[in-house]
């Protein structure tokens, strides 16, 4: 069981928008900054979110990160085929000294 | 563009040492802004932080791995390697190496090797 819940599934339209929720606890999201990541089949993690909300170069501006609390959300827009993937949130836990990340949140373009 | 690449072997056995390395490109394991870490991936499953090594030397691992895991890292072949000791099937997993720029990961992993895939079988 993971330390960051995450929905283990979203789903909607080409050109719709998806969030993905990652709740935690003050040990972790409440205290700590959030990356997000996106897994295409097959492919290593990369990363589309770094201290909340920043992105870095070359991701496109419809992914967007928020915190509130002890919670996290990906947002993504103009929903494409492309973004079929696996979605990872991750963070730093400062009572178990450890990074942790959620379950994992499959997208799905219908 | 920062290249990162596992090696090591794909099989061991039960009750071995895990042993990877992953290669840096250029002097960037020189860097003093950044750390090197290692996740690994079960199949079908999420992600795991193993632990991290500065370019110093300090090292910071998952507690829940912490009495089998070493990680060091060698300047003069701008390589890290890690060492997961006493192996079950549980271990068998897709290791990745990673980049990240705070020792409380807050930059998140930016740069990744594309995994190492390791099964522990007898």
């Known amino acids: 069981q993971s330390v960051l819940t995450q929905p283990p599934s979203v789903s909607a339209p080409p050109g719709q928008k998806v969030t993905i929720s990652c709740s935690g606890s003050?040990?972790?999201?409440?205290?700590?900054?959030v990356s997000w990541y996106q897994q295409l089949p097959r492919a290593a993690p990369k990363l589309l979110i770094y201290e909340n909300n920043k992105r870095p170069s070359g991701i496109p501006g419809r992914f967007s990160g928020s915190k509130s609390g002890t919670s996290a959300t990906l947002g993504i827009t103009g929903l494409q085929t492309g973004d079929e993937a696996d979605y990872y949130c991750g963070t730093w836990d400062s009572s178990l000294s450890a990074g942790v990340f959620g379950g994992g949140t499959k997208v799905t373009v219908l | 563009q920062l290249q990162l690449q596992e090696s090591g072997p794909g099989l061991v056995k039960p009750s071995e040492t895990l042993s990877l390395t992953c290669n840096v490109s250029g002097d960037a394991i020189r860097s003093t802004t950044y750390y090197w870490g290692w996740i690994r991936q079960p199949p079908g499953k999420g992600l795991e932080w193993i632990g991290s090594?500065?370019?110093?030397?300090?090292?910071y691992y998952n507690p829940s791995l912490k009495s089998r895991v070493t990680i060091s890292v060698d300047m003069s072949k701008s390589q890290f390697s890690l060492k997961l000791s006493s192996v079950t099937a549980a271990d068998t997993s897709v290791y990745y190496c990673?980049?990240?720029?705070?020792?409380?990961?807050?930059?998140?992993?930016?740069?990744w090797g594309q995994g190492s895939l390791v099964t522990v079988s007898s």
């Open positions: 003050s040990s972790n999201i409440g205290n700590n900054y």
């Open positions: 990673a980049r990240h720029s705070s020792g409380h990961l807050n930059g998140g992993f930016d740069y």
């Open positions: 090594i500065y370019y110093s030397g300090s090292t």
